[in-house]
């Protein structure tokens, strides 16, 4: 049974059952800051199971897609391991429990292919339940009937379920799947989880946890509101079993990833390999790394991940950068994701048909960082080679821990790469000193996400407010003016009796026309207004869904719970937060209709007069592309167009060619704003001009890159738009006035000025390098006898260039005897930093006076070069004479 007919009978068994289907949520946690992606189904469920929000629906199902890489390094090695992942869950908002749980998973589990089942066999199924949950043992043995032999009790660590913060957690029952001898002893999940795979968990989701070790040893707080119920199976996992495959990298929708690299690299796969994952060749792992990442690339991309150096994007490069590595050391060494990624949308396609769709921008980005990698691969390869060639000069025969470090951290640079190649070269590697750098790098990680990981905001009061009083009645689309109720004042999120003049506090109102910032624009400025008060507003923001809360400065009177206020918002603001957030879609059509469909818009913000708009594209813009983009969208200001809003339901705005941006969650009603119907058409709940000549003149005014594969441009709309243009032809003006050039002549006329500038710069430079290099014999002449060497030790003139120091160095040795051990050591600073050049002629090199090993004694080790001549530097500039100093002295030593 494929995986995408699993999919397909889990959500019509519980459908069937009265659940409402939920679509998955994106990969990246965005409503999260604990998070970077979803690691579970129930993490979009979470507000309801904490009584934050109240579902629509009491029982709900979703097939959930996941991201888990804190065992990254495990993939391949096991059959449970993997990154992404679809989770199969069940839901139940105070609506049905423990009972229900357990015989809706035995029946779909157990029940017939011809019934919509799954057709495990019910004899060997094992059940795992929380040590002291004897209603759950009950269940199992009394109703389903499976004997108590095969129903295991276990601790906090296995059977208590929590998302490792604070939050809600619930005792469990996992069901695992005896799959014979062929994969393990006998004697359950507790004696082998290879054997016995576990495939689905039922959590009785009851309690509250608090903080503390993220698996066992933390305190059980309190309650739940309501008793819930968040189950899990792992498609994979079930795949596997239905399939008849060792593993989860076997699967459908993984193996012929998996085959196109056996087929790449003339290696077979599963040929020296038991049925047991962690007794695999070694082979056998990179084509499940290859199999597991390029999927898990695949489908972070297509949810709006771009590789970067950072967050979410470093966790996308770093799987990219494995998969890559792997198929190298397989012996493949051309380009592979253009082979593998197509394989992996075929597979994936029939549950995600947008990856097919959306396949071009998701490749571009894909074979984009491949390219860069196998760079950085060529790149490290040459540092690698110098280092191999350090080590060997100074005798050693292992590669410092550092250095593989170093390689590793800065460069990308594969450690199991570094190990291959240093040791074609003779040497080995500290792999214990890389270790032991890599563990503490681990642990500064690990601490700054315990610093994030804070658990759940406590927006108690926010939510209070929502259940005593209701939704705000929110008329920012339809005035700037209402008259309005004090419902609630809060100060730190706790609730305060009232605010007196010169306090901030948040303010919220029974309606309002304020907009609140979200989908990148900018919170609404203006006014409250009582009989004795006077307040700005500052800020406004949605801290729970459909409550708006006012930031607001007291600057007359007092406000108390239950004022009468007037509402009203800067109609100067909200004009210019109209004509920017237009301007944005307008520059977002523009960039697609200049640069194709694949630059699609990432991030965006916008205020009066100013837009930034971050979209997907690899390349900078040329002069030429900017230009167009810029008269695109002034053609379409120019053109008058229209500007539409439709409501209407998610999958029809899809349908309906609207573009959803990344980063942005959606009701199931959207709302969807078009400019000249269907060329500018998203989904969008800001502010927008009437027609596109409202916004005004349009002006780029920046370019610049805000991450791999990602551009970033900026433009100013309306007024400031005028006044960027007005600056620019004064300045134009003033320089035109200052070189007495007429405006027009004003670009020849500085290159003019430039070009006499540089030629006068180069003539005073030869001049400076003629000066010095004509004091060589004089400075050779005052040469020092130091032991057996001759020692000329010169400070060059103050910015001295560091070619002319070095030939400056060269000559002066040039100078000293032939027959007798010489060196020239030349200091120069410049930008307030030391540098020392150093020379030995051959009769020094013969009596072992090396160029390199004085710069390093002078540097403390630093320095680079060979026994001829050697150069460093970075010192701060009054430690030039001290560097003479060292190295005279490390020649008398």
Not at 205 to 232: C, F, H, S, V, W
Not at 363 to 382: D, I, N, Q, R, V
Not at 456 to 467: F, G, I, R, V
Request: contains cysteine.
């Amino acid at each position: 049974m494929e995986t995408a007919e699993i999919q397909r009978r889990f959500l019509k068994f519980f459908e069937s059952n009265g659940h409402t289907v939920v679509p998955s949520a994106p990969l990246p946690a965005f409503e999260d800051p604990n998070l970077l992606f979803v690691p579970a189904g129930m993490v979009p469920f979470v507000p309801y199971f904490l009584g934050q929000a109240t579902p629509d629906w009491n029982r709900a199902t979703s097939v959930q897609k996941c991201i888990r890489t804190p065992d990254i390094d495990e993939v391949g090695k096991t059959s449970r391991h993997g990154t992404f992942f679809q989770m199969n869950g069940n839901f139940s908002f105070g609506d049905y429990f423990k009972e229900q749980a357990i015989r809706f998973a035995w029946d779909l589990t157990t029940g017939s292919l011809e019934s919509g089942g799954l057709g495990l066999d019910g004899d060997k199924i094992w059940a795992t339940v929380y040590l002291d949950d004897d209603e759950a043992i009950d269940i199992w043995h009394k109703q389903i009937g499976l004997p108590l032999d095969r129903i295991v009790r276990r601790g906090q660590a296995d059977n208590m379920w929590s998302m490792g913060i604070p939050g809600p957690c619930g005792p469990c029952s996992e069901l695992y799947y005896d799959r014979g001898p062929d994969y393990g002893p006998e004697g359950g999940p507790e004696v082998d989880e290879d054997r016995y795979l576990e495939f689905w968990n039922l959590v009785f989701m009851q309690n509250i946890r608090g903080g503390g070790p993220a698996k066992e040893g933390y305190e059980i707080t309190g309650d739940l509101p309501k008793k819930n119920i968040d189950t899990g199976m792992g498609m994979e996992r079930m795949a596997a079993l239905l399939q008849g495959v060792d593993n989860m990298y076997e699967t459908d929708q993984v193996r012929p990833i998996i085959d196109k690299a056996s087929e790449l690299t003339g290696k077979r796969y599963g040929v020296s390999t038991s049925h047991t994952a962690s007794e695999s060749h070694p082979d056998d792992i990179r084509f499940r790394v290859i199999g597991d990442h390029v999927r898990s690339s695949l489908m972070l991309i297509g949810d709006g991940v771009v590789p970067s150096n950072e967050g979410r994007g470093y966790v996308l490069r770093r799987l990219m950068r494995r998969a890559i590595r792997a198929v190298r050391l397989l012996g493949y060494d051309k380009p592979a994701m253009p082979e593998l990624l197509p394989v992996a949308m075929e597979r994936m396609s029939a549950a995600y048909p947008e990856l097919r769709t959306d396949f071009e921008r998701i490749s571009s980005y894909a074979y984009g960082e491949e390219e860069a990698f196998l760079k950085t691969l060529k790149h490290g390869t040459t540092i690698l080679d110098t280092a191999v060639t350090e080590t060997k000069s100074e005798g050693g025969k292992t590669l410092s821990g550092s250095k593989a470090f170093e390689l590793h951290d800065t460069y990308g640079f594969p450690i199991d790469l570094t190990l291959e190649m240093a040791e074609e070269q003779g040497l080995s590697v500290d792999q214990e000193g890389f270790r032991q750098l890599m563990a503490e790098q681990r642990q500064r990680a690990k601490a700054d996400a315990a610093a994030r990981k804070t658990g759940h905001a406590d927006l108690s009061a926010y939510w209070q407010l929502l259940q005593e009083q209701g939704p705000t009645d929110w008329k920012a689309y339809e005035t700037l003016d209402t008259e309005s109720r004090v419902i609630g004042l809060l100060k730190d999120g706790q609730p305060i009796p009232l605010a007196k003049a010169g306090d901030i506090v948040e303010v919220v109102l029974d309606r309002t026309p304020f907009y609140a910032e979200s989908g990148g624009q900018h919170a609404d400025a203006g006014k409250l207004v009582g009989p004795s008060l006077f307040a700005e507003v500052l800020d406004v923001q949605r801290p729970v869904k459909k409550l708006v809360v006012h930031k607001v400065r007291v600057l007359e009177g007092e406000l108390v719970i239950d004022d009468k206020v007037e509402a009203s918002v800067d109609p100067e603001w909200r004009l210019g937060a109209r004509q920017a957030h237009s301007g944005t879609h307008v520059v977002h059509a523009a960039l697609r209709e200049v640069l194709g469909p694949t630059a699609l818009q990432s991030g965006s913000f916008n205020r009066p007069g100013y837009l930034r708009l971050d979209f997907s594209w690899r390349a900078k813009l040329s002069d030429e592309t900017k230009s167009e983009i810029e008269e695109v969208s002034n053609r379409a200001v120019r053109d008058d167009l229209p500007v539409a809003v439709q409501y209407m339901t998610l999958p029809e705005a899809k349908d309906f060619g609207a573009v959803a941006l990344f980063g942005e969650t959606y009701d199931e009603t959207v709302r969807v704003v078009e400019i000249g119907g269907p060329w500018s058409r998203e989904l969008c709940g800001g502010t927008h001009v009437s027609r596109s000549a409202q916004i005004g003149p349009l002006v780029l005014t920046g370019e610049s890159s805000v991450g791999s594969g990602q551009r970033r441009v900026e433009a100013a709309t309306g007024m400031e738009a005028y006044k960027y243009l007005a600056r620019e032809r004064d300045l134009v003006t003033q320089i035109a006035e200052e070189i007495g050039a007429q405006r027009g002549d004003v670009l020849e006329r500085v290159r003019a000025i430039l070009q006499r500038t540089k030629d006068a710069e180069r003539e005073l430079a030869n001049l400076q390098a003629k000066a010095v290099s004509g004091r060589a014999a004089e400075f050779a002449a005052a040469a020092k006898q130091v032991g057996a060497v001759k020692v000329a030790a010169v400070q060059a003139p103050e910015g001295t260039k560091g070619g002319d120091v070095r030939g400056l160095a060269m000559q002066i040795r040039g100078h000293l005897p032939e027959d007798q051990p010489g060196v020239a050591a030349v200091v120069a600073t410049a930008g307030g930093k030391a540098s020392i050049v150093v020379a030995a002629n051959k009769a020094a090199q013969a009596q072992h006076v090396s160029a390199q090993a004085l710069v390093k004694a002078a540097l403390s080790g630093k320095g680079g070069g060979n026994d001829e001549v050697a150069q460093g530097g970075g010192v701060p500039a009054d430690q030039a004479a001290q560097l003479l100093a060292a190295v005279t002295g490390a020649i008398t030593a």
